[in-house]
């Protein structure tokens, strides 16, 4: 069996500090875990014209789920459950 990478994505939710709601979820296949965690960043923050095609996909994956075009300032992003970030 492959490992898996999973990538999630959580927005602030409400008045109450620290409450996040699950927005996405991702899970790609070993051959992306080259990428580095901030190359996730990335691709979901960076102007879509500035994407390769890989970053175009993932990007365009999350816009079609989120109905947004990726993180907004506030999110949380997290991959692999190593490294997350607050954009």
Do not use: H
């Not at 699950?22 to 960076?46: F, N, P, Q």
């Amino acid at each position: 069996m492959r490992d898996l990478i999973k990538i999630r994505a959580y927005s602030p939710q409400g008045e109450r500090l620290g409450s996040l709601q699950l927005i996405w979820e991702k899970l790609v296949d070993e051959t992306w875990r080259s990428y580095k965690a901030e190359w996730y960043k990335g691709a979901l923050t960076k102007p879509i014209e500035e994407l390769d095609s890989d970053e175009n996909w993932l990007r365009e994956d999350f816009n079609g789920k989120c109905d947004r075009n990726g993180l907004a300032q506030g999110d949380l992003l997290c991959v692999d459950n190593k490294q997350c970030y607050i954009i």
